[in-house]
């Protein structure tokens, strides 16, 4: 049976790229942006040249508003949700005395409370039917930290503990919850880093290399047709981080 599945922070990177695997795998893709419409749309054109169907969806999931507005369309209109990928985020790298309230407020939001909102507004139906699946992209930097990017690093780990949290909440209703924590993936958010800095990096990952938004798109597949995996952070980052 075709999944009804939404996708956050879809519009670009690693979003973009789950949305157009899962679509292809004949599942029904929500693929929600909020600036980068034209992108969404270039999206939406691709995949129609393929004859695959994809919604695109504008809101701002860290407005409560906009989230409660993207959820009511795809309840009306498919009458259920059977996965919702947490992926919206953003990321800012400077020292930890230079972040300001602002910086914190627009990162944390944009990463955890839209996390937090979609949640929150996914799980009645979920609940209802006794069955979902809820992916949360967080990072290799909720795990290990991250020097100049703090803020970034809490924001994810605190999807790390609202997954594990959940997963222990939510098993009675059959609704799994799972992290992917990325690693050095080739994305636009990485595209400031030299050709030196990238060499350094490199030398640090068991494998060698830089991992692709493929690599992710491809283990959220598996967790989206997976049904005995809950509470997980499934580090994906070339052997970086081996605990």
């Not at 809101?59 to 409560?64: G, I, L, T």
């Not at 809820?134 to 930290?145: A, R, Y």
């Not at 047709?225 to 499934?234: K, L, M």
Request: neutral net charge.
């Amino acid at each position: 049976m075709n999944k009804i599945i939404i996708v956050t922070g879809a519009s670009r990177g690693i979003g973009r790229e789950i949305a157009k695997t899962l679509a292809r795998e004949g599942n029904i893709v929500i693929a929600n942006y909020n600036k980068s419409e034209q992108l969404a749309i270039e999206l939406k054109e691709e995949l129609q040249k393929e004859n695959i169907k994809i919604d695109i969806f504008k809101a701002d999931v860290s407005n409560r508003k906009e989230a409660k507005i993207l959820v009511e369309f795809v309840l009306n209109k498919y009458k259920r949700i059977d996965v919702l990928i947490n992926n919206a985020g953003i990321a800012q790298s400077k020292l930890f005395t230079d972040f300001t309230d602002e910086d914190w407020n627009k990162i944390i939001n944009t990463n955890l409370y839209s996390a937090f909102c979609m949640t929150q507004e996914v799980l009645p139906n979920m609940i209802h039917n006794k069955s979902g699946n809820i992916i949360n992209i967080s990072s290799v930097h909720g795990i290990v930290g991250a020097s100049c990017e703090t803020v970034y690093a809490i924001s994810k780990a605190g999807m790390d503990a609202m997954t594990k949290s959940l997963a222990k909440e939510l098993g009675p209703s059959n609704i799994r919850v799972n992290s992917i924590a990325p690693g050095l993936i080739d994305t636009d958010m990485n595209k400031n880093l030299t050709e030196n800095d990238l060499k350094i990096l490199k030398e640090e990952i068991p494998l060698g290399k830089v991992g692709k938004v493929t690599d992710i798109a491809k283990c959220v597949k598996w967790l989206v047709e997976d049904e005995f995996t809950t509470g997980q952070i499934i580090s994906l980052n070339g052997g970086w981080t081996i605990i």
